[in-house]
């Protein structure tokens, strides 16, 4: 709570303590946060209330000052709008740059913001970084060209596949509750360094597990990602018919004639996907709810983290897989 918000009976009530405790206060029989826990505010605001009133000043909270209103006249406002309608995806700092190059306007982004909020009714966001090389002709060629190849494959013989790494970090405290003035420890061992690639394979049926997954130490090769395929080839969760779905990491070309060859024997098919488009993948929503609930289970050993990892892949349902294929455009290209 803001010390300006506690009423006077209450900066009373904690001068009244303090100098029932004063003399506790100083030989050191009674600490600072027993006392603010007696009052009720905060150790900090008991500390500053009472050092107040020992040199004699007031104890009245200050009046809020409201924050200046930043002017900014008609000919900035057409300015900056103007700017906006040429480039409404420009970040605040380009449109301050362009006022004052351009219009000799200096404005602070705050004055920027707020302006492009109230009068445009826009929402101040996180800049999502895009790459350039997305839209080249090449890659929206071979985005064309996926398009094409999954417009003809049936939804339940699609197979996604991506790699997650899962490394040590140090471990977010949980939130507990405790009395006011009371600290709540908790004690874990020092996390333990390591680096975990999970392998997985998603798979839109009822007859078998909506992911195949393995984990290797490390970052995952080409030689991890050939023994994963064949694994799910020899294990029956890829059948012939089926469509590998990959993305352009160099791993999964380093021994694509080999691979090419094994798929081809066993009656399946590989797609890329077209480069820098992750969000054409489902596995990679698969990712998501996976860290979502390795965070909740624990990572802070390498043997946790494992556990944490089994627990949450085998939560994910078909249902979800559902979810994730229509999100990506899978389902919808079949019907």
Excluded at 47 to 74: C, M, Q, T, W
Excluded at 87 to 114: G, Q, R, V, W
Excluded at 228 to 257: C, S, W
């Amino acid at each position: 709570m803001n010390g300006a918000s506690y009423s006077m009976e209450t900066r009373h009530n904690v001068i009244r303590l303090y100098e029932i405790h004063r003399r506790d206060l100083a030989n050191g029989s009674m600490t600072w946060e027993q006392l603010a826990l007696m009052a009720g505010p905060s150790k900090k605001f008991c500390v500053d209330l009472a050092g107040k009133h020992d040199r004699s000043e007031s104890i009245e909270a200050l009046p809020s000052v409201p924050n200046p209103v930043v002017k900014f006249d008609e000919a900035g406002i057409e300015a900056l709008f103007s700017i906006y309608e040429d480039n409404p995806s420009y970040i605040l700092s380009e449109y301050k740059d362009i006022l004052l190059m351009k219009f000799d306007i200096e404005a602070s982004e705050s004055t920027i913001c707020h302006l492009l909020n109230h009068e445009l009714d826009l929402t101040l966001k996180l800049v999502t970084i895009d790459r350039a090389e997305k839209y080249t002709e090449e890659n929206e060629l071979m985005a064309m060209q996926y398009w094409q190849d999954i417009g003809i494959c049936e939804p339940s013989t699609v197979k996604c596949f991506d790699e997650c790494a899962v490394v040590a970090k140090r471990h977010e405290a949980p939130l507990a509750r405790a009395p006011r003035g009371q600290r709540v420890v908790w004690t874990i061992p020092n996390p333990e360094k390591y680096r975990l690639s999970v392998n997985g394979l998603t798979a839109l049926n009822c007859w078998s597990p909506s992911v195949m997954w393995n984990w290797c130490n490390g970052t995952t090769s080409g030689i991890d990602f050939l023994e994963f395929m064949m694994t799910g080839i020899e294990t029956g969760f890829v059948v012939p018919g089926d469509t590998i779905v990959a993305d352009n990491y160099q791993g999964h070309k380093q021994y694509l004639e080999i691979l090419q060859d094994m798929m081809d024997a066993a009656g399946v098919s590989l797609i890329f996907l077209p480069k820098y488009c992750p969000e054409l993948n489902p596995i990679e929503l698969v990712w998501s709810k996976m860290k979502y609930k390795i965070r909740r289970y624990g990572k802070h050993t390498e043997q946790a983290a494992k556990e944490s990892i089994a627990r949450a892949l085998s939560e994910v349902t078909n249902g979800d897989i559902f979810g994730y294929y229509s999100k990506c455009g899978i389902v919808q290209q079949w019907w």
